[in-house]
């Protein structure tokens, strides 16, 4: 694997696109494809050869000038830089609607992430079975980050309480959250939160229809 120097040092939206990489490699390498050029690459990914050759710079020297890349090869090097040649255990907080829907998505485990542990503070929930896991008190989840190796939650509750959830599995000892609540918590240094909210990704789609309702149409020439 090449050498990985600098890597604390990689901007974060080179990061984001790494498991981008990953999919299209795994798409080309299902259908048996050997080797591909950063032009094939970029074309599949709606990017510039140069901007892929950039990112990939960041991690060390893949392929060779002229040749392109070994599907094979890249894809088992991003893996290995993203981590995802190992199995992550995650917890889910929070088992309403969204979160029974995430502990029963089927797309987690082909991908390394495996769904361990489900809590929640409503007695009405807890004691449920869903996907296979008993809903546990959120109280034990310090003693579940360390009997089950979780080192990812995704926390899919109520805004008022996100934030109060977020600190006790900081306390925990989880250092990666995936957040489904509509705040932006508050997390020490060390501790990577990834925020998701549709509404805020709405909101921003919803300037562009409107941008194209103020931009004039275009009359076609030699039309009057």
Same mark, same amino acid.
């Given at each position: ?114 769904? %361990?542990? @489900?809590?929640? *503070? ?6 449920? +079975?869903?996907? &296979?896991?008993? =809903? /546990?008190? $959120? ?34 000892? %989880?250092? @990666?959250?995936? *957040? ?6 508050? +997390?020490?240094? &060390?501790?990577? =939160? /990834?925020? $998701? ?28």
């Amino acid at each position: 694997m090449p050498k990985q120097e600098g890597r604390l040092e990689v901007p974060e939206v080179v990061v984001e696109r790494l498991p981008l990489y990953v999919r299209a490699l795994k798409e080309l390498a299902q259908r048996q494809v050997e080797v591909v050029s950063s032009k094939e690459l970029g074309e599949r990914l709606h990017t510039t050869p140069a901007q892929i050759r950039k990112d990939l710079s960041s991690f060390g020297r893949f392929g060779k000038q002229g040749r392109g890349y070994s599907v094979r090869t890249l894809l088992t090097a991003l893996q290995q830089i993203l981590g995802l040649d190992r199995e992550w255990h995650v917890a889910v907080i929070g088992v309403g609607r969204l979160g029974r829907a995430i502990i029963s998505y089927p797309g987690f485990a082909p991908e390394g992430f495996k769904v %361990v542990a @489900a809590l929640d *503070n409503d007695p009405r929930q807890i004691g449920q +079975v869903i996907g &296979g896991l008993m =809903v /546990q008190p $959120i109280e034990e989840l310090p003693r579940l980050v360390k009997e089950q190796d979780i080192q990812i939650t995704i926390v899919a509750v109520p805004r008022e309480h996100a934030q109060e959830v977020i600190d006790l599995a900081v306390q925990a000892g %989880v250092r @990666a959250i995936l *957040n489904y609540a509509p705040i932006t918590p508050r +997390v020490p240094n &060390g501790v990577r =939160v /990834q925020n $998701i909210d549709p509404v805020l990704s709405l909101q921003a789609m919803t300037y562009y229809l409107v941008s194209g309702e103020r931009r004039p149409l275009k009359t076609p020439s030699g039309a009057r």
